[in-house]
């Protein structure tokens, strides 16, 4: 299980820096862009494919980053529970629910993104003249490395329950 849970940890980790390089070319597409496309409208000269770059570097931008907070356990919470009723296996419990939601959250987006994607072959974007699955492929990507980033999360929870679980026994 250790050696899973390591071989799991390297890949999420190698393929972080690589989708964090990738949102940095994206996200600087995406504002080279949208600053041409509005230049281009001040002196009256219409480039339509600069909306479909925006439109599309924003969609991989949205998608590839939640996968990358999931899998660096970095998106957001809200606290909703007071301070009090906060004990170990209450906080444990809410990361159990959490995990399985993200969980399936990727699986459906594996799932269907996969079936999204291929349906979506046939259609091209008009302005750039590529195929639309090239831009929805995001969604089963980025559904397996919610996948992967929740499942090592699961197993360093199952780890740290174990060695609490051997604390507690040697006191």
Known sequence: MRLFLLIIRRFNSSCSFIISKILVVLTIAMLLSINLQVLSRLVRFNIIWTSD????????????????????????????????????LFDITLSLLALTLQFITGFVLLRYGIRFTESMSIRFSFS???????????????????????LERLLSLKELIGSSKKEMLHE
Request: proline share 5%; net charge positive.
């Open 128 to 150: 750039l003249g590529i195929k639309m699955s090239y831009i929805s492929c995001v969604l089963p990507v980025s559904g397996f490395l919610i996948i992967t980033g929740s």
């Open 53 to 88: 770059v925006a439109i599309f570097s924003f969609v991989w931008t949205a998608f590839l980053g939640a996968a990358l907070a999931v899998t660096a356990n970095e998106h957001f919470i809200v606290d909703i529970f007071p301070k009090k009723i906060m004990t170990p």
